[in-house]
């Protein structure tokens, strides 16, 4: 609304009136423009961050938030991948949801997230959906219920941890499944054990997608089709990568403990998106700050092999 208020023509002469009431007509008019061009030139859904309904990309991502303060960056993570016309399946862990309802910067975390989940994508659905631990059993009320972390695993082209802490990173290399989070990684089609000689078949290559795995490139140059090869080290399925941007103290990143269970995941085919080096939460100074929102969607972007929505 304006409130556009002009001398009276008492206190002025009348070329000043009007000057003032053409000048008054001009702001409204650039106002109205100003107002249209905010819902783009076809309209629709805009947010405050530019992502609108004509850039939905049509699938989504998994993004899994575990305990570390870095959690607070978790809503600009979000952003950026809704930027790139990318859904996403938010999955915070307990102690992930208790940072995003801190104080970070005069804000709390958790009200960028509640804006974003107005944006709708081209359906009219949301493009963001968050899940917690609770949801794996408050939507299973009988037995052919949908299984939350299954269907997470199953309908997500990437997996993103951000942050991956250290307890996180460990339950991971281990094979724990405690949590939402680490159930989806566990149900998720990176690393299986070949069955009747064969590597399983990808979610992908279910649908005619035609998924790569493990092997499949050689065997696709000696004229042996997707069935051969030695898989015995597990089946990767190149198409649905996972991505880890671990975030600990210092000290905690330079145990060798942390070393080896980050070896045990690269073994796996995770991509790794190293810490930054500098002052971090706690006041120590060292390797062991998550890498910056950006370079995590752009390692994400590179695994799987789509340029950026600006270079396209």
Known sequence: EWLLTCPSK????????????LGAAAVAVAAARLYLKSFGSKGGNTSANGVRAEKD??????????????????PDIVSQ?????????LILTGPADFFLHVDYRGTRPID?????????GHDGTPMLRVYRD??????????????????????????????????TLGSIALG????????????????LDPYDGQPPQSLDAKNGEGARVCGQVENDQKGEGAG?????????????????????NTYMWHQRITQTHLKTLRSRSVV????????????????????????????TLEALGIPKANEQ
Not at 10 to 21: D, P
Request: net charge positive.
């Open 10 to 21: 008492t206190s002025v002469q009348m070329s000043r009136s009007l000057a003032c009431g």
């Open 134 to 167: 609770e949801d794996e059993w408050k939507r299973y009320k009988k037995v052919d219920d949908e299984v939350v972390h299954i269907e997470l695993a199953k309908r997500n082209k990437a997996l993103v941890i951000a942050p991956l802490s250290a307890k």
């Open 57 to 74: 990309k049509g699938f989504s991502i998994a993004v899994g938030a575990s305990g570390s303060v870095a959690s607070v960056k978790v």
């Open 176 to 191: 724990l499944s405690s949590n939402l989070l680490t159930c989806v990684v566990r149900a998720w089609y990176y690393d």
């Open 228 to 248: 051969g090869g030695d898989c015995s080290g597990g089946s990767f399925d190149q198409t649905r990568p996972i991505v880890a941007a671990p975030a600990m």
């Open 81 to 89: 991948f809704l930027d790139e016309g990318i859904r996403v399946d």
């Open 112 to 120: 960028k997230i509640e804006a974003l989940l107005k944006i709708r």
């Open 272 to 299: 790794i998106v190293d810490p930054a080096k500098q002052k971090l939460a706690c006041g120590d100074y060292g390797k062991g700050a998550m890498a910056g929102p950006s370079t995590i969607v752009q390692a």
